[in-house]
């Protein structure tokens, strides 16, 4: 079984720590930053989340039997005694899990795992990944050739077979810890098996080129010992295969010190893209803003000056610590590398179950985690935080990283959704939103960021079409307010429309009939419909017509309870 990554991290003192930003400090850093050496592609101005997939249990199908990844004796149903993992995993959403050797939990009903070679668990994970805004996945692969090899190869297909059906990207990330012949056998995988994946339309591309990651390179820990030269010939030779090459390197990368052995810089520099660990080097608001300046910020200047883009690690902080501040940490470390002017983020991980890291669903109170063992779930420091919180962090963070959220150091996302400190406000403010089509940058994001100036547009001379947004969870909803930008420029139209809600995303049923809604900037451009309180967790605005444009428009997608 390969080493957690936790097994060689260890945690770095950040010194003293900055007070928050000034304004003048964001404004500068905003208008400094450099442009990006690559324009926007799956990984360049977009939300990529490490994917594990790495956990199996006896029945389950997968070759590797047992409790991968759940048990240290992975031949041992996994106990108080016998466990990798320090946070619990909520299961409403998933059809199977696997008894364990765990106490009951807190209600009562018995410790049961997940499977990732379930495809359903596999799927759940990539619904998740698409109405929260992760864009793509990097898949970690570590050594396979051993007997880890060919359940890694079927997580491969599943993990494919998700991305093409959920409309997510996704592209193979390389693990060397413990690969002793690394240099010879990861471009024999790759040329025998992983560039296959290539073919998919799912598969990340980045300036035209498949997405491949290689992270271990240079760490000061003797389960990656290899030398600079090798290390550069096989980076060198993924490009030579016409691959973009991100490397995730040590936080020290530059300096050569702490987690990163000197000598290394030659090998950083042929990356196409660097992406630097986090994991364990801070638990606190302070360290994250030392990071920021006495990290981040020269890295984002090494890249820059270098022609390489920068894909800031960003974490959620270590549940089991007590790190996550009801999603402050979280938030600060995006706001953070956001106004850095960074090229891409990487959120470290989906479901990291091992560090304590993961977004993915997460019990909420101690009734859904086994008792008496200490496993904090995620209302460890008194405030309730439904499971999907980190995923709805995550989803801002992509919108702010896009430009379709204003750059804020207050979180935007109340640890439940629609629990603001304002009841009966707005319950789709912030929330992911999608649509069938767009036109040019005006997309769904658009008509939930509280801006009227901006818009959301679809395909011109297409109708029908639709947007929708998430609002996290079943509320009720009886009352919608959609708008138009208040600007004259905007003249009088009428938009055919009907209102629809669900609690899946895909079934609906009509809350407000289709009929002609006038638009007129003389009453700002506000069109306000009433109905019913229904509960619904997906609102969806369905357009046949428009006598002002040909296509969708909306300035705002507004929700109420009434």
């Known amino acids: 079984m390969a080493v957690s990554r936790r097994t060689f991290v260890t945690s770095v003192a950040a010194g003293s720590a900055l007070a928050a930003a000034s304004t003048t400090e964001i404004v500068s850093a905003l208008t400094s930053a450099a442009g990006a050496a690559s324009p926007p592609g799956d990984v360049v101005g977009k939300i990529s989340v490490g994917y594990q997939g790495w956990f199996a249990c006896p029945g389950d199908g997968a070759p590797i039997g047992g409790w991968w990844h759940w048990s240290r004796d992975r031949f041992q149903p996994p ?10 995993p909520d299961l409403r959403e998933l059809t199977r899990g696997y008894t364990t050797a765990y106490p009951n939990l807190g209600n009562g009903q018995p410790a049961r795992l997940f499977s990732s070679y379930d495809q359903q668990t596999v799927d759940t994970h990539f619904t998740w990944m698409r109405d929260h805004g992760c864009d793509t996945a990097a898949l970690q692969r570590f050594n396979p050739f051993g007997d880890e090899g060919p359940t890694r190869d079927a997580m491969a297909v599943k993990v494919r077979d998700a991305a093409e059906r959920f409309g997510r990207k996704f592209y193979i990330m390389y693990d060397v810890t413990s690969w002793t012949n690394m240099q010879a056998e990861l471009k024999t995988d790759w040329t025998t098996k992983m560039s296959a994946h290539t073919a998919s339309p799912a598969y990340a591309r980045q300036n ?14 003797p389960g990656r010992p290899f030398a600079p030269a090798p290390c550069l010939e096989v980076v060198n030779w993924f490009k030579a295969q016409g691959c973009y090459v991100i490397g995730g390197v040590p936080t020290y990368w530059r300096q050569g010190i702490n987690d990163s052995r000197p000598g290394f810089l030659d090998v950083y520099h042929a990356f196409d893209m660097i992406s630097p660990w986090m994991v364990g080097r801070t638990g606190t608001l302070d360290g994250l803003d030392w990071f920021y300046t006495n990290v981040n910020v020269p890295d984002q200047a090494d890249c820059d000056a270098h022609g390489i883009d920068y894909q800031p690690c960003v974490m959620p902080g270590d549940l089991s610590t007590g790190a996550r501040a009801h999603g402050d940490f979280y938030w600060r470390h995006f706001y953070n590398m956001v106004r850095l002017g960074c090229q891409g983020i990487y959120i470290s991980m989906f479901d990291e179950f091992n560090e304590g890291n993961q977004i993915a669903k997460t019990a909420e109170t101690a009734a859904t985690v086994p008792a008496g063992t200490g496993i904090r779930p995620l209302d460890e420091d008194g405030t309730f935080c439904s499971s999907d919180y980190y995923l709805r962090i995550t989803a801002d963070g992509g919108r702010m990283l896009k430009g379709q959220l204003p750059l804020t150091a207050v979180r935007p996302t109340p640890p ?3 629990g603001g400190p304002q009841p009966g406000g707005n319950l789709a403010a912030g929330r992911p939103a999608t649509a069938s089509s767009q036109t040019q940058s005006y997309g ?24 929708q947004v998430d609002l996290g969870s079943a509320l009720p909803v009886g009352r919608v307010m959609l708008k138009l930008p208040p600007a004259a420029a905007w003249a009088t139209r009428t938009q055919t429309l009907s209102v629809q809600g669900g609690t899946n995303g895909s079934t609906f049923t009509t809350l407000v009939a289709a009929g002609g809604r006038t638009f007129d900037p003389a009453t700002g451009n506000t069109v306000t419909l009433t109905f019913p309180a229904a509960s619904v967790r997906h609102l969806r605005v369905h357009v046949t017509a428009n006598t002002g444009w040909p296509a969708g428009q909306l300035s705002e997608l507004e929700a109420y309870a009434s």
Do not use: H, L, M, R
Not at 79 to 88: A, D, F, L, R
Not at 452 to 462: C, L
């Open 416 to 418: 439940v959704a629609g």
């Open 444 to 467: 769904p994001g658009n008509a939930v960021d509280g801006n009227a100036g901006s818009y959301w547009e679809s395909a011109n001379n297409a109708f029908p079409q639709w947007i």
């Open 208 to 221: 035209g080129k498949p997405v491949v990651c290689v992270w271990g390179f240079g760490f000061a820990d």
């Open 79 to 88: 106990s108080p005694s016998n466990t990798t993992i320090v946070s619990w």
